[in-house]
Every structure is written in C-alpha cells, then in structure tokens.
C-alpha cells in the first residue's frame, strides 16, 4: 500500500500492510492454509519460507496491519492474548522483578502468579494509577513494567507518558495492555512505552469468532526476541485465524466510534439510577481520571462498569437482560454482560479483589454496536425485572 504512516487511521485498518495477490489480483489476501513450503534448492527455501510455524503470509499481513495502527514497526501475532504475554514476559529470567497493575484482567495475574512466579520470576501488584506507587515499587532488579489501561474491570486510567518515563529511567521496559482501548483510541507507544500487546480475540477482531494476540514494538532487538519465541514456543495463530482478525480490522474504525458512542450513552443511564460514584467509565465527568482520560484517548471505549450493591442485585441483572447476553468475553459487535467476581476475575483472590472494588455487586458490561436506544430499553425493562 506505499507508505502506510502517510494516511489517516481509516485508511490504514483497510489497506496497510497488505496488497492484491500478485497471482490473481483478489484484493482480499490469501489464506496460507499450509503447514510446509516446498524448497526448490537445498537450503534455498523460496522466499525466505521453510515451515508455517515460523512463516506465514497471511499470518504477516496481520502483524503488518496491526504494527500501522500502533504506530509501530513490528508485529508478532500469538495464539491467544495470554500467550502473547507470556511470551513478553519469558524475555526475563529467573531473579528478575516484573512489576503489574493490580486491576489486570484475572488471567493475566493468574499467569504471572500462580504459573511464571514459581519459575523463579518475581512479581508486585501495584496500583499504577498512582506514579508515586509506580515508582516506589521498582527494584534494581525490576525488568518489567506491565500496564493495562482502562482497566478491567474497574476502568481505572494510568498516565502511561508519566509512566514511561519512570519505567525508562528506571531501565525497564514497559509493555501495555491495550485491548480495552483499541488502538483507535489509544496508542502508547506514540505516548513512549516500549510495547503494546492485545488480546485480538477482542475489539480487533470484533465478530466473537476467533481466539488471538499480537504485540506491536518499535524496538528490534525485542521484535528479534519475540519471533524466537514465537518460533521456539510455537504459539502462533492458524491462517484463518490471523485472515479473520484482518477481516475485522478493516472496520475497527467504524464499530468504534459506535462502541465509544453507546458506551457512553449506557455510561450515562446507568449512572442516573444508581448514582455516578457507582459506575465506572472515564468518559464519566466524575471519572477520577477523567481529564486525563481526554488527554490520552479519543473516545472511552465500550466498557462499562457499575456497582449494583450486592450480589442478589448482580445476578438479578445479568440474567435479566436480552440484548445483553450473559458471557465472558468482550469488544464484538453484540452486547456482553458479565459478573467478574465469578467470572472473569475468580483467579483473584477475594482480599485483593475487595481492595480493587471489584465487589460481588460489580457488573461489566460489553456495549456493543447495536441501536442504543434498543440497549438502553433492555436496560431499563431488566432495572425493573
């Protein structure tokens, strides 16, 4: 497509990173759907491709569109969000400290705590919101800084240029989790992080048909790492997987300025009836960190949060709705309903959801692309359920 960084966002969720097949002009790229290449010579595999664990095309054009939209040079694509991150943090060894936000989603802690802490890594939550708490929890032997911002399931914001540059002078590397955002609304590493990673399952994607994850850098040496452990581990996405997500990229633009439209709107219902100290959106003007929230993203996102007082009222409402349907997951076009307690953050022990606010009254809602006026009557016919 020439040069992708010339064009708008738009411009490059359809076209950047990919080209017409050279072959027959489809304008869609090719599923690769190979395990192997054929060499036509003795260590002279065509084009650089010897086995699809290692190369794919279809996989590429996926990683190349994504590095576009994050203002980045490289993408590696995963098999799932959590394997892209598990491979970001096997960069490290055994003594090193990895430093996290405490609000991560629940299997990221359940990753970092109860699987790659017994391999001799070190890890402490921290309320990254605060940059005095961010600083103070750095080590001389801290590597790693993992950030996820809003978060889930709170929507808690982290000044992530504040952030880089402790986590810089620091000499660590900071990797965010962007898959809430999107990077429509938000690009870090324009904002100075290292690296960017997302669960594609999730806004990328945006159609609940497809488990992935990708990480965006601009740094060669940890793109250089990364494909060896992409090569090594073998994590990697199927053809079709990685055509999927390239499918639904080309119109992230467009399902976003709807998810951030509606989020909005179901932001500003829910807080009529239960009171703005009870929901959780940064587009919220009562958000805590709502002004940051307007320096650093375009638009708030799908994702909203409320405290409905107790687990009777939360099971009450995630089981009344009908557009909203009861599941785990989030960022597709249908709307999603959840109770992270028992769900998405039961690997987080109960003290330290408590801490968090992540109480057995909590409700996360996935607002996705439907009329919102529909939303809003599903809403309010499950209230009075």
């Known amino acids: 497509m020439g040069n992708d960084s010339k064009h708008r966002f738009g ?7 990919q080209h017409p097949d ?15 290449y054929v060499q036509p010579k003795l260590g002279e595999p065509l084009h650089g491709y010897e086995y699809a664990r290692v190369q794919n095309p279809t996989r590429e054009a996926l990683e190349r569109n994504v590095a576009a939209l994050e203002s980045g040079t490289h993408g590696i694509a995963f098999a799932s969000g959590m394997a892209a991150i598990e491979a970001f943090v096997k960069r490290r060894s055994a003594g090193d400290h990895v430093v996290y936000e405490e609000n991560v989603y629940g299997g990221t802690h359940r990753l970092f705590v109860m699987v790659l802490q017994r391999l001799g890594l070190a890890f402490t ?7 005095d708490a961010l600083r103070a929890a750095i080590r ?4 790693l800084v993992h950030i996820e911002t809003p978060t889930n399931p709170m929507m808690k914001v982290t000044d992530l240029a504040a952030s880089a540059e402790i986590v810089r002078a620091a000499g660590a590397t900071l990797i965010v989790d962007n898959t809430f955002a999107s990077p429509f609304n938000q690009r870090p590493l324009e904002l100075g992080a290292h690296a960017v990673v997302h669960s594609s399952t999730k806004y990328l994607n945006g159609h609940s048909d497809v488990i992935g994850g990708i990480i965006v850098t601009s740094d060669d040496t940890i793109a250089a790492e990364l494909r060896f452990l992409q090569k090594a581990a073998g994590a990697v996405p199927g053809p079709f997987d990685a055509w999927l997500v390239l499918r639904g990229l080309k119109t992230l633009h ?3 300025e709807r998810h951030n439209a509606n989020g909005q709107r179901v932001a500003e219902f829910l ?7 009870r929901v959780f959106y940064p587009g919220l003007p009562t958000h805590p960190q709502h002004q940051l929230a307007r320096r650093q993203m375009r638009g708030f996102t799908g994702m909203v949060s409320v405290d409905t007082g107790s687990l009777q009222r939360a099971s009450r409402l995630v089981q009344a709705t009908r557009l909203f349907s009861l599941a785990e997951s989030l960022g597709g076009v249908e709307s999603l309903v959840g109770h992270p307690a028992i769900m998405t953050h039961a690997a987080v022990p109960k003290e ?3 801490r968090m606010g992540v109480t057995e009254g909590l409700v996360r809602f996935s607002v996705g692309s439907e009329d919102v006026e529909d939303l809003l009557a599903d809403l309010e016919q499950a209230l009075e359920a």
Do not use: C, L, W
Request: no cysteine; net charge positive; proline share 11%.
């Open 22 to 36: 050279a072959s027959t002009g489809a304008i869609m790229p090719p599923i690769y759907q190979t395990s192997t």
């Open 125 to 131: 939550s921290v309320d990254s919101s605060d940059p």
């Open 254 to 256: 467009v399902r976003k």
């Open 271 to 277: 807080a009529e009836r239960f009171g703005p100290e």
């Open 352 to 354: 330290m959801r408590d």
């Open 140 to 143: 001389p032997n801290t590597r």
């Open 11 to 17: 411009t490059r969720a359809i076209h950047a990173g």
